[in-house]
């Protein structure tokens, strides 16, 4: 690589294609081999998201089965090449000639299933076919080494060490297969070298028009193509397979886990922490070992998540605590401490040191601050004020077998041990119920109810009465 003082300017105008268009046939699934998700996103977002840090243009996406759900995915970040017929590679790019030819300077070509990519690489790339160019070069890329092709084509280069071709895996002589230099298919081109060149491409035996097969152009026409190495091959790791799904998988887990670890995130044991790349975490929050963070999940700074919990799609505010638990679509305040085996579904809202026993169950409900949740209980479309207790086995009864019913529990309620609240209903502040009492009534402010069906108990413990 040059150095500071060697690098030539990037290319000011960059148009990106992404070829989108292959069939899911090794993958044995009915959706896109591109919208399968990895670490919390589709395949094409990283893609998408490597276009955007290398261009101000959208990328043109070159799409084919099902281009309907690419495009509910992608929606108006990318524009849109339709490959009606799948006829290789070399055709797949003709379709975006179209939206690009005399549009930009330099073309960046590379793949939807190879999501671990990384900018520096690709940034490389622009600026080695930067250096290519001043000598009239029309097209560079990289390549990598490994033993195991994983089908990949094969760089074939001169005793100079110039590229002289890329061979397709299905038409390498048993001397070529033995090369261990690969093409994983990422090309930087003059733009306008491209376009006037892409009809030249010769139809291969099986009736396809091969990319690879402008190495071999560019050659014959006098021009020097330049290959660059890549060091870290886990990078050129493309996904054809559900095996290969979960390799890569492994690599982008490793890279994430460092990440958060690097940034001041500590976890106890990497290898069996899952956090996707989705996920925010504030720093000196600590991840035990066997936790799962999936999707828009974010927390805060001094948090201590896990063993064995899994959160998805949750908001949490700084200094909390989650054990052995299951947090989904919930809102989560600071200094709340939840668990071990709790369960918050979507539209759980705790606010500032809420505390949720074991066992509890919190849905569509608002727990005010300070509010204590027993264990063994199950709050339902339920709104609580500051410093409620629940006591263990309190449950809100809020679904008739048609609607559901909210139950309203003001400041400072006590309710007892195993109470049954029968929605609708409301307990007035500072109310009370006795263990194990069924209350289908409203209960007024300061008043003490107990026994099934729940009434108001009369004498010096409760005056109102």
């Known amino acids: 690589m040059p150095t500071d003082k060697q690098r030539v300017s990037l290319p000011p105008e960059v148009d990106v294609v992404i070829l989108a268009a292959g069939e899911s046939t090794r993958m044995h699934s009915n959706t896109p081999k591109v919208l399968h998700h990895l670490a919390g996103r589709p395949l094409i977002e990283y893609s998408v998201r490597l276009a955007n840090a290398l261009s101000a243009k959208p990328p043109v996406v070159v799409v084919g089965r099902e281009a309907d759900k690419i495009h509910d995915v992608l929606g108006d970040r990318a524009r849109y090449a339709q490959q009606a017929q799948r006829l290789g590679t070399g055709h797949a790019v003709m379709q975006a000639g179209p939206l690009l030819a005399g549009e930009s300077q330099t073309t960046l070509v590379f793949y939807a299933d190879m999501p671990l990519v990384t900018e520096a690489s690709m940034r490389m790339l622009l600026e080695i076919h930067a250096r290519n160019a001043t000598t009239g070069g029309v097209l560079s890329m990289l390549t990598f080494e490994s033993t195991n092709p994983r089908g990949f084509g094969r760089i074939v280069r001169n005793t100079a060490g110039d590229v002289l071709a890329i061979v397709e895996e299905a038409d390498c002589t048993p001397e070529q297969a033995r090369l261990t230099e690969l093409n994983p298919g990422l090309y930087c081109y003059r733009a306008d070298w491209l376009w006037e060149n892409l009809d030249r491409i010769p139809v291969s035996r099986k009736g396809e028009y091969y990319l690879t097969d402008l190495v071999g152009i560019a050659v014959s026409q006098g021009h020097r193509v330049v290959a660059e190495k890549v060091e870290d091959a886990t990078e050129m790791l493309g996904i054809n397979t559900r095996v290969h799904l979960a390799e890569a998988e492994m690599v982008l887990r490793q890279r994430i886990n460092r990440r958060w670890m690097e940034a001041g995130v500590t976890l106890l044991d990497p290898a069996t922490t899952y956090i996707d790349d989705t996920v925010a975490l504030g720093r000196d929050t600590l991840i035990h070992p066997a936790t799962h963070l999936r999707g828009a999940t974010c927390a805060g700074d001094g948090c201590e998540i896990g063993p064995n919990t899994y959160v998805e799609d949750t908001t949490l505010g700084q200094n909390c605590v989650v054990r052995y638990s299951v947090l989904e679509q919930a809102v989560i305040e600071d200094d709340v401490d939840i668990g071990p085996y709790a ?123």
């Not at 629940?390 to 809100?396: D, K, L």
């Open 343 to 465: 369960h918050l579904r979507k539209g759980a809202h705790l606010a500032q040191g809420v505390h949720i026993g074991n066992f509890g169950e919190v849905k569509n409900s608002y727990l005010g601050p300070g509010t204590k949740m027993g264990h063994f209980s199950y709050l339902g479309d339920a709104t609580l004020g500051r410093d409620v207790n629940i006591g263990a086995g309190t449950i809100t009864c809020n679904f008739d077998g048609v609607n559901k019913h909210p139950t309203v529990i003001a400041d400072g309620v006590f309710v007892g041990s195993d109470t049954m609240l029968v929605a609708p209903v409301t307990l007035g502040e500072g109310a009370r119920t006795g263990a194990g009492s069924v209350v289908t009534h409203d209960v007024p402010a300061g008043e003490l109810v107990f026994g099934v069906p729940a009434r108001p108990r009369s004498g010096p413990d409760n005056p109102q009465a």
